[in-house]
């Protein structure tokens, strides 16, 4: 079981730190990080539980409504609902990169937990697959969602613009990862190049909400 747990956390706390330590102005408190890990982590029960009864009482079979709104838009909406109401206001979130920080801190939390719970149930072989695919792509989910609202939050015009994409980019991505997975054949051939394109987003999203911090850092400077 140790192993299982080792090889279930490791890879979600090594994306965190990577992300947490490309701030450049001041790291967030360990303690509201961990408190938005420990969020996400506690909504895959209710998660998985809703998802569990509509697939078991066949309340949905379309693969297309399966993957978009059944996943996609359930997980991530509950995650942005995290982020909006218990992370968007804190005092700690004091600039744009900020949002990186918390946005993969909720979405690693969730995807540690099911991470957790797949490999005690299938096995600790499953471990590197996972680390590639759902654990990084709900890292980076959660990046992009993050990038989006601290651009809302410090941008005076188009804030629910940003707001509306920190759900509808992130919900958009998982569905069409998730689609994937369930329709096609060879989908090793398929989720290999969407992984690429999602890190060089994700990456890119980083790289533009640390300049995005600049820009903040220079005007309170003034």
């Known amino acids: 079981m140790l192993v299982i747990l080792s090889a279930g ?3 979600g706390l090594a994306l965190l730190s ?12 360990i303690s509201v990080v961990f408190k938005t890990f420990l969020m996400g982590a506690f ?4 998660i998985m539980f809703i998802e569990y009864v509509i697939q078991a009482e066949q309340l949905v079979t379309n693969e297309f409504v399966l993957s978009f709104f059944l996943t996609g838009l359930l997980e991530e909406f509950f995650k942005w609902f995290i982020m909006m109401y218990t992370i968007y206001y804190h005092l700690s979130f004091d600039e744009p990169y900020d949002g990186v920080v918390y946005g993969s801190a909720v979405s690693l939390g969730f995807a540690t937990v099911e991470n957790i719970l797949y490999l005690v149930a299938n096995g600790v072989e499953f471990a590197i ?46 569905g069409l990862y998730d689609y994937i997975l369930i329709v096609a054949n060879n989908w090793l051939y398929f ?25 903040h850092a220079s005007q309170i400077s003034l």
């Not at 989720?191 to 820009?215: E, H, N, Q, T, Y």
């Open 9 to 11: 956390i490791a890879p």
């Open 129 to 174: 697959g996972r680390a590639f695919l759902p654990v990084s792509s709900h890292a980076l989910f959660g990046v992009i969602m993050g990038y989006y609202f601290g651009k809302g939050k410090f941008t005076k015009d188009k804030q629910r613009v940003y707001l509306l994409l920190a759900l509808i980019v992130p919900f958009g991505l998982h």
């Open 191 to 215: 989720i290999v190049p969407f992984m690429i394109a999602l890190w060089c987003l994700g990456l890119w999203k980083v790289k533009k909400a640390r300049a995005l911090s600049d820009i």
């Open 43 to 46: 909504l895959v029960f209710p």
């Open 18 to 29: 990577y992300f947490y330590l490309k701030d450049q102005y001041g790291t967030e408190p």
